[in-house]
């Protein structure tokens, strides 16, 4: 579903070139939860970001269902960001909005949405997460694991396919980090989401990823379902 070919990228830092992303290729099926594993600076950010445009490829194709996302133009591409919802490892909430209005706040920059429709979708994903006695509070309010479930509402407020997750348990606790990743494994079973996520911790992946990628120096060095890639660390 998910299919990077030949796909890298160069940032270029005051003249000098920093390749994060060597030539790769990877394919990442639908509906399945995929890992991507490796220290600081491996180029996991880097490959996440290019699934959903925050980053532009230097070179190569990615194909999402059948189409190469670097080739849409500017109205293509908002079109399928509403198809990718993102959660990150500090909530990134506006701390000015209410746990209803931050939920809401895709679905108003989309402007295809009625006040009422947008009232009824932010009340359905405040109950899928667990979060309905909340809607009025603002992030300060809450606790951390609280905050990514507001972060995953809004992700899903344009009902995506596809769910990015950087570091979406780092700044949790563990026992909320098992909260949250259950919801995580919730959304993918029972809305069929494909499920792309970053962290640095094997834990994190042994509990939920089908698939893993094990990134290192920008490069995927090891790749296939969990369970085999684990058996030869
Ligand atoms: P990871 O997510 O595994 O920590 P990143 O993708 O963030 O890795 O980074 C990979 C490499 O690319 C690192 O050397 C990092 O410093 C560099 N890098 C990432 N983003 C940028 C950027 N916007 N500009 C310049 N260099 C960057
Ligand atoms: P994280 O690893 O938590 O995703 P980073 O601190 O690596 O975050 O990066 C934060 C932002 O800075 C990202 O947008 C990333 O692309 C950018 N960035 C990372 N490394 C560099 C770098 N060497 N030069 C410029 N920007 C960078």
New binding site residues.
Partial sequence: MIQFQNIHKT?L?KGQA?TALHPCQLSIPRGQIYGLIGH??AGK??LL?LINRL?TPSGGQLWVDGVDVTQLDAAGLRQFRQGVGMIF?HFNLLSSQTVADNIAMPLRLAGQHSAKEIEAKVAQLLRRVGLEDHAKKYPAQLSGGQKQRVGIARALSTDPKILLC??ATSALDPETTQQVLDLLLEINQELKLTLVLITHEMEVVRKVADRVAVMDKGHIVEEGPVAQVFLHP
């Fill in positions: 940032y830092v920093i600081s600076g950010s880097t970001r980053e490892q950087d570091e």
